[in-house]
C-alpha cells in the first residue's frame, strides 16, 4: 500500500501526463504536466490558470507538499497520496478482472478492469499504471524514461519559505482548490465523539456559491440519494442514505430537507463514500419531503419522497395517547380488528390481514377492568372461551348446514348462531396434562390433524420443559383449542390467537388462556404445526406475565416455530420485511407495526443458535419480565454485552 514507507511503488521513471475530464464543472488540466516516480514518492508537476504547482508525496514522512516555485514558497499536509489518481491502482489490485493485453505507446500492458467499471493498463515493467479510464476521466502517460533520479527532487529547496504547516496545528487537508490552495478542516471536528454525545450535522442550504478556493476532483463525482426520487418511505425514522462513486471531504458536504424533522446527526463510512443523515424526531407520515444534497464543486442533487401513512396500530396507540379516541373505542376497535376488520375505521384497520390475534386479544383482555360497563358487557362474549355458554364461540355454529337461531344479544359481529355438540378430541402430554381439540363436527379432520401434530412434535411437552412450567389452568390441567372455520368478518385472515377470559383473574396473569386456530387458514399440515406451536408458546407467556410487549411476544412465538420444527420455515415469511435495505441492517427491535412485530424472531433465534447459543435464554428473558422489568431492561439483563451482540446482529456481521 502507498501509505506504509519503504514499500516500493513503482520502478524509477519519470513522464508526461495526458488527461481530461468533462465533468461540467471545471476545465481539463492545461498541457506540460509531469510526474517523477522514486519508489514510493510521487512529483507531479501542473498548473492550474496559469499557475505553476508541484505536489510531493512522502508516505515515509507522512506529509505531501504543495511547492509554489515562483513564490519561493510551500505548505505541509498530512499525507494525501491515497486519493490521488495513481494510487488507485494500488487500492484495487486484490480486486482487479484480468481484461487481456494492449499496448499504450510502446509498452505491452496488462488490462484489468475494477469494481466500479475503472480500467488500467499496468506495465509490468514499472508495475504502474499507464492509462486509466473511468467514465469521462481519461489519463495517460508518454514519454517514459526510467534511469537514476535525484533526492532532492522530492522535497521543497531549502530556500522556499514554509507559508503554513498544517501538521503543526494538527489539521486535516479536504480538498485541492482551483487556485491550488488547501481547503481543510482541523483533526478535532472529525474525530468521533464521546459515547452519549453524538456529533451534529451542519446542515447548509444549497445556494452555497461556489469561489476561487471551490475544490477540484481528478474524477466525475457522482451522487446517490435514497430514498430515490419519487420514493416511498414506511418507515417514519428512516435516515436518508447517500452514497459517492468516490471518497468525499465531509465539510464540503451539505444538505438540507424541506419539511425539516429537525435533531439531524450525520454518520459518515470509513471510506467517506457513504454518508447516513440521521434524524432525532420522526418523519410525518403521509407527507412529502423534498431532500437537497450537495458537494461543494461536484453535483447538488434534489429529490423527493413520500411517507406512507402510520402503521394502524401506531396510528390507534398515537390516537389513544392524543384523546382522539378514549379507552372504550380503542378496546373496540382492536377487537374489531381481528373479527371483523371491514368494520374498523380506515385509519386503524390493518393494510393487510393479521395473521394472529393475540395480540389485539391480549390488550382488551388486560384492560378489560378498566372499560365502561357497557362496553364490557359488548366485548365479553368475544373473549370467552366456547366452553362458557355466554361465549360467543359457542354460539358460532350450523346446524346441518344453515342457520339455526340468531342471538341477538351479540351485535357486534353478526351473525352468530345456536348452540350445537362438539366433536373434541383429546392428547394427554407426558408430563400429566390434557390438550382438548374441540370444533364443529365438520372440523372432525383439522382437530384429528392437530391431535396428531401435538403427539408427533411433543410441542406441549418442548416448550414446557423450556419455560420450566406448565400453562395456567382453572384447576382442570387442561388446555382447550378451538378449530374453527375462518373468522366470521370481512376480510379476516387470522390463523389463530390465544385469549384468557378476562374475569376469571384480575390481572389475567392467573387466567386460563384458550387457543382458537382457523381451519380455512392452516389448511396445510404445516401451517397448522407452526399455528399450534405458535400459539402454544403464548399460552407459556401467559404463565409468566399478560403484560408484554408486542415485539418481544410475537418475535418469540414466531421463535418458537423454528424451536419445534426446522422444516416448516413458516418464519421465513418475515424475513424480507426485517431489514432496512438501505443500510443494509436489521431495524430496531421495539417495533410497534403490523408485520414488524413478527419479525423480531430474528434476535431469539441470533440468541439461541449463536450468541449466547442456548434455548434457555429465551427462558430467562421472561422471567425478567416476570419480575418487572419491561422488555428491553429483560433482554439486557439476560444477554451478556447486549450492545456488541445487538451491533453484530444489525450489522449482519454476526
Not at 501538521?167 to 468521533?192: D, F
Amino acid at each position: 500500500m502507498l501509505s506504509i514507507p519503504g514499500c516500493a511503488l513503482a520502478a524509477d521513471f519519470s513522464a508526461r501526463i495526458h488527461h481530461h475530464r468533462q465533468t461540467g464543472e471545471n476545465p481539463p488540466p492545461e498541457e506540460g504536466d509531469s510526474i517523477i516516480v522514486k519508489g514510493n514518492w510521487v512529483r507531479i508537476v501542473t498548473s492550474r490558470r496559469g499557475k505553476k504547482i508541484v505536489r510531493i508525496h512522502r508516505p515515509d514522512l507522512n506529509v505531501t507538499f504543495d511547492v509554489y516555485p515562483e513564490e519561493k514558497s510551500y505548505k505541509e499536509f498530512p499525507y494525501m497520496g491515497e486519493e490521488q489518481w495513481f494510487a488507485w491502482y494500488s487500492r484495487f489490485k486484490p480486486m482487479l478482472k484480468a481484461a487481456g493485453h494492449e499496448k499504450i505507446g510502446s509498452e505491452m500492458c496488462n488490462k484489468f478492469i475494477a469494481p466500479n467499471s475503472a480500467i488500467f493498463w499496468i506495465s509490468p515493467r514499472l508495475d504502474f499504471p499507464l492509462r486509466i479510464t473511468l467514465g469521462s476521466f481519461f489519463i495517460e502517460l508518454s514519454d517514459i524514461k526510467t534511469g537514476a533520479i535525484d533526492d532532492t527532487l522530492f522535497a521543497p529547496p531549502h530556500e522556499y519559505r514554509l507559508t503554513f504547516s498544517f501538521l503543526k496545528n494538527k489539521a486535516i487537508p479536504l480538498a485541492r482548490t482551483k487556485t491550488g490552495a488547501i481547503v481543510y478542516e482541523r483533526q478535532s471536528s472529525l474525530q468521533s465523539p464521546r459515547p452519549g454525545k453524538e456529533k451534529q450535522a451542519d446542515v447548509v442550504p444549497d445556494t452555497a456559491l461556489e469561489s476561487e478556493d471551490t475544490p477540484f476532483y481528478d474524477f466525475p463525482l457522482k451522487m446517490f440519494v435514497f430514498p430515490g426520487n419519487n420514493g416511498k418511505v414506511s418507515k417514519l425514522n428512516q435516515p436518508i442514505v447517500i452514497r459517492f462513486n468516490h471518497p468525499v471531504q465531509p465539510s464540503f458536504f451539505s444538505f438540507a430537507v424541506n419539511p425539516d424533522p429537525g435533531g439531524w446527526r450525520t454518520v459518515w463510512g470509513k471510506n467517506r463514500q457513504t454518508v447516513e443523515l440521521y434524524h432525532s424526531k420522526p418523519f410525518t407520515s403521509s407527507e412529502r419531503y423534498i431532500v437537497t444534497a450537495k458537494v461543494v464543486g461536484g453535483p447538488c442533487q434534489k429529490v423527493s419522497f413520500t411517507t406512507m401513512a402510520m402503521s394502524p396500530y401506531r396510528q390507534l396507540e398515537q390516537d389513544l395517547a392524543e384523546s382522539r379516541i378514549d379507552i372504550n373505542q380503542a378496546a373496540t376497535y382492536r377487537l374489531l380488528r381481528v373479527m371483523d376488520p371491514s368494520r374498523v375505521p380506515k385509519r386503524y384497520r390493518p393494510c393487510t390481514p393479521t395473521k394472529c390475534g393475540t395480540s389485539d386479544f391480549r390488550r382488551v383482555a388486560h384492560e378489560f377492568n378498566k372499560l365502561n360497563r357497557k362496553t364490557r358487557n359488548k366485548l365479553l362474549p368475544y373473549l370467552l372461551p366456547p366452553t362458557n355458554p355466554k361465549s360467543f364461540w359457542r354460539r358460532k355454529s350450523f346446524k346441518n348446514g344453515v342457520i339455526h337461531k340468531k342471538h341477538a344479544a351479540f351485535k357486534l359481529v353478526q351473525p352468530a348462531y345456536a348452540d350445537m355438540p362438539w366433536y373434541s378430541a383429546r392428547y394427554h402430554t407426558d408430563t400429566g396434562f390434557d390438550i382438548v381439540i374441540m370444533g364443529a363436527p365438520h372440523e372432525r379432520k383439522t382437530i384429528i390433524q392437530a391431535r396428531d401434530l401435538l403427539q408427533e412434535k411433543k410441542i406441549y411437552e418442548k416448550l414446557e420443559r423450556l419455560m420450566g412450567r406448565k400453562t395456567p389452568d382453572a384447576g382442570d390441567h387442561k388446555l382447550m383449542i378451538f378449530i374453527y372455520d375462518s373468522f366470521p368478518g370481512k376480510d379476516a385472515g387470522i390463523y389463530g390467537a390465544c385469549n384468557f377470559d378476562p374475569t376469571s383473574a384480575s390481572d389475567g396473569k392467573n387466567a386460563a388462556p384458550w387457543i382458537a386456530i382457523s381451519s380455512q387458514m392452516c389448511c396445510t399440515k404445516r401451517l397448522l404445526g407452526a399455528t399450534l406451536a405458535h400459539e402454544i408458546f403464548h399460552a407459556f407467556q401467559y404463565a409468566l406475565t399478560p403484560d408484554f410487549e408486542d415485539w418481544i411476544g410475537e418475535g418469540t412465538a414466531v421463535w418458537a416455530e423454528d424451536y419445534i420444527s426446522r422444516d416448516w420455515n413458516t418464519e421465513q415469511e418475515y424475513t424480507s420485511d426485517a431489514f432496512n435495505v438501505l443500510l443494509h441492517e436489521l431495524t430496531q427491535l421495539e417495533a410497534t407495526g403490523e408485520n414488524d412485530i413478527y419479525e423480531r424472531y430474528l434476535f431469539p433465534i441470533y440468541l439461541t443458535k449463536v450468541s449466547p447459543g442456548d434455548s434457555k435464554i429465551i427462558r430467562e428473558i421472561w422471567e425478567n419480565m416476570e419480575a418487572g422489568k419491561d422488555a428491553i431492561e429483560a433482554v439486557r439483563a439476560a444477554v451478556a454485552n447486549f450492545d456488541h451482540v445487538w451491533k453484530k446482529i444489525r450489522s449482519g456481521r454476526a
